[in-house]
């Protein structure tokens, strides 16, 4: 399955896809790696693992649809068939994106959504708020932030955390192990909508 | 630990508490129910126990704050420590009832707040969200209605639910667990604050 990964900073799940690649534990192949971030961490991660990295520069295309449909074009142009959110740091805004990859694109946050939804630090705001529990959530992308159907959720105990930076450690920790997880059940079977829930089923042997 | 428990409806949360208590799992002593339902059925549950039932007609004292005034002097008569409101659906608004009793009333919401907070039907709002993962929330009541600082959560695994309603049953079945447990928490120790976060400390031996 051809899959493109989108990040703007350090990559940790990007890399967590491509070690469980490598494992054999998830059915992808990473076509292209896209970031809006020219100073990404996560280009160094691409060129290591010989994945072509097309630097989508933000600051030089002001205007977010145009700058979505430079984004559409490199993914248009590895033909890939999963779109993967991995830290990326830009709303997608353009309908025609959307569209054409419409249940093709998915992100992770780190709650248990519709928890914290919207927020850049849902890990310490849950912290903040006194949460003994929080988690993460794979979701369809849609136009409404953080509010695409739900792929999968995966709950995280806070009691051993002291801090906001525990709870962010803890949950991405959680998070490079389900991430390529949901990546590979795409290949082996699809999700369906059933009103607002998704709902899987496996391809037959 | 002289408690209350505090009802509206069918009080099985009211009944899982008598009976880990008849256990010997929940050191607390039930001094007195009260509701704001003449029709509530946990009435005969306090019956059925000889528990004293006080029954404040919700129409017959339309003011809000005098109604809570009403419950407060009922509180006050039977001396507890710790309120528990188990499908008690009367939100507080009385600052005094609220001062009087500050970090002494508890709450459970059928959800992880602060997801689905301020929901009657939390459960089969997670359900209908798509969520994978809701819970449970115990919480002390504050005038910010189901915002109050969190006690305990406990995640729950929607994954063989089927209907909102299935959801239902399911979190309730961790309720009538986790709530008596929370009660005794209470006789065995005290919660403090921290910030926004409470933090237990048991009591030395």
Chains 1, 2 share one sequence.
Do not use: W
């Amino acid at each position: 399955m051809p899959i493109a990964v989108l990040a703007s900073g350090r990559g940790s799940n990007f890399l967590a896809i491509i070690e469980a690649i490598k494992r054999g534990e998830c059915a992808a192949n990473i076509e292209v790696f896209i970031t809006d971030n020219p100073q990404a961490k996560a280009i160094d991660i691409a060129k290591a693992n010989r994945i072509p990295a097309e630097i989508i520069d933000r600051k030089k295309i002001p205007d977010r649809v145009k700058f979505d449909l430079e984004i559409k074009k490199a993914l248009d142009k590895y033909e890939v068939q999963l779109v993967v959110l991995a830290g990326y740091m830009r709303i997608i805004v353009s309908r025609e994106l959307l569209d054409a990859y419409k249940y093709r694109i998915i992100n992770i946050h780190p709650s248990l959504l519709p928890a914290f939804k919207g927020s850049t630090h849902a890990q310490h705001e849950a912290f903040d708020y006194g949460c003994r529990v929080s988690g993460l959530t794979i979701h369809f992308v849609t136009d409404d932030v953080d509010g695409g159907p739900v792929i999968y959720q995966e709950a995280v105990d806070l009691g051993s955390c002291k801090t906001g930076d525990e709870v962010a450690e803890l949950i991405i920790r959680h998070e490079h192990k389900a991430y390529p997880k949901i990546v590979d059940s795409f290949a082996k079977g699809k999700y369906e909508m059933r009103g607002k829930r998704v709902v899987y089923i496996p391809r037959k042997p």
